[in-house]
């Protein structure tokens, strides 16, 4: 059976682990902004060769959204019956603003 270690032993200990986990969540953070250094820069490429057009809009969501929009119903129910974010009701939103003051 181990002796349990001392009191300074034991403050060590924790003190190396909580250097780990710096040491780790730091080599992590790393690599995740790589990754999305190097993504960016493909998607760079891709664009100046025309590869690369992004995800096309969905027109049939889109149209759906804003003619819910004219019938008054929240952006809850907007939501709720076309399965997409806040965001893209906004953009409905916004776009349909753009379009009646002209």
Do not use: H
């Amino acid at each position: 059976m181990a002796m349990p270690p001392d009191e300074f032993t034991g403050c060590m200990f924790a003190a190396v682990n909580t250097m780990m986990l710096d040491v780790l969540a730091a080599v992590a953070r790393k690599d995740y902004d790589d990754r999305r250094r190097r993504q960016a820069q493909g998607q760079e490429r891709a664009k100046a060769e025309g590869k690369y057009r992004g995800r096309p809009e969905d027109t049939r969501r889109n149209s759906s959204i804003a003619a819910m929009l004219v019938k008054g119903l929240s952006w809850s129910q907007l939501q709720d019956a076309n399965g997409c974010s806040r965001a893209t009701v906004g953009k409905i939103v916004a776009r349909s603003k753009g379009t009646m003051s002209m």
